[in-house]
DNA sequence: TTCCGATGTTGATCTACATCAAACCATAAC
DNA sequence: GTTATGGTTTGATGTAGATCAACATCGGAA
């Protein structure tokens, strides 16, 4: 007889990369699946560690950092709710790169690489979701190379504060509210908090944003798009 | 009765994601599979086209470069003989973000999506493959990014030099041979041409290198491996 | 051989950004 | 309230690496 759905279910039929598949199928992976409560400043996964399956985030934030050997450290990515991460050394024998921590109470379910592998075996469609979702990242990577290399931190902030207004009918004025604190943006951005501070005060001279504490508005986003340079 | 088989499945069946098919897998894959002549400086493809399928390079060599609109280029991928490039956005509706051209008189295969997204769903092992390589890819960048963010240029350079040698069992004097020219070594490393000529100077100075043209010899591996800074 | 375009080197100068140091501000614990 | 404590700003100074410009070298074509 059937039994209503444990939470863990529930939550892993939302993420992406398994909705619409079917209950069993949820059920079986559910069942190699473990929660993870972690406080914030909680270490998930360090670099050199050899990987056992992937991680999703139920709630919280994650960051995900590289480190330099005299311990400095930049920011590759900022991860919230439904984000997974981790994936794509389930796939070749290597040990991460990045290391990951939670900059909030964070919970998050790890999925064992097992039962990924059994699933993709199952079914083509699993296996073509999780190609695109590898392909998905690959993107992104990609353009942040773009970024770090091509691209003046100016630009950078510029992109970052437009990021979601990519496509038209965005309206001319927005607020956003940044993800997490000016530091962890400015490492993301691959800037010192300094500089991202003296950035955005530049862009306020220009009467192009309005700060107030992490609240950013932006009065003409068309203004501050074509806003090329100094 | 069976054919000998074409050089084009020959080719086929000797590259990494294709090895060890069965003879009638590669043969309907050769199906969906043109040959591509293209001499030093053709264009294979460019940012913002949609993407039919992928490339394997048979020989030449080829360049991966990103555009900035003023004109100016950096080299993110350099790439020869069986290695092939433009799997990730077969999976993803996005136009592609860099520029291929080839530096050399170059063959290529072009693979059709249709068979690979067929091919995917009849075989596991080889979706499996796939994932391998996108993996792969997404790992490499990392650490590319790795080196962007976190090691000086002179740090690039070395680590370039050594590439071929990290594991232990290396000899302890080697030579190299650059694989394109300096300006195109110089902008995959993200630095001016002028820099880098200048930073193998350095090396020279320091007896750590010796360079004949695009033929460098390292006296002491070691010794290169362990020099930390100007 | 001579010429020519592509490739490399060297020097002088500039600048975007980092670094260091200090002050400042908010929130929460006491 | 006071005091910590993390986060943020501001200023002074330093520097890795870019830019600009001239020159040197090399390899192929005539």
């Known amino acids: 007889m059937p039994r209503p759905p444990l939470p863990t279910e529930k939550f892993l039929a939302n993420v992406p990369l398994f909705r619409e598949l079917?209950?069993?199928?949820?059920q079986r992976i559910a069942s190699k699946t473990v929660a993870i409560d972690a406080p914030r400043g909680t270490v998930l996964l360090r670099r050199g560690d050899v990987c056992r399956g992937f991680h999703v985030i139920v709630f919280g934030q994650v960051k995900l950092v590289l480190q330099s050997p005299r311990g400095s450290e930049k920011v590759v990515e900022l991860m919230g709710p439904g984000q997974s991460f981790g994936e794509a050394l389930m796939f070749i024998e290597e040990p991460y790169l990045v290391t990951a921590e939670t900059i909030d109470d964070s919970k998050l379910l790890h999925v064992d690489r097992e039962i990924v592998f059994a699933e993709?075996?199952?079914?083509?469609?699993?296996?073509?979701?999780?190609?695109?979702?590898?392909?998905?990242r690959l993107h992104h990577l990609m353009s942040d190379v773009e970024s770090y290399t091509l691209r003046s931190g100016m630009q950078r902030v510029i992109g970052y504060l437009l990021r979601d207004s990519v496509g038209n009918g965005t309206p001319s004025a927005i607020t956003i509210n940044l993800e997490a604190n000016k530091g962890v943006i400015a490492s993301r951005l691959n800037l010192t908090q300094e500089h991202f501070s003296r950035t955005l005060h530049q862009l306020m001279e220009a009467g192009l944003i309005e700060v107030n504490g992490r609240e950013i508005r932006i009065p003409d986003v068309e203004r501050l798009r074509t806003h090329d340079s100094d």
Not at 120 to 134: C, V
Request: hydrophobic content about 45%; glycine content about 4%.
């Open 22 to 26: 079917p209950r069993a199928d949820i």
């Open 120 to 136: 993709i075996d199952r079914d083509p469609r699993f296996a073509r979701r999780m190609l695109a979702g590898l392909s998905w």
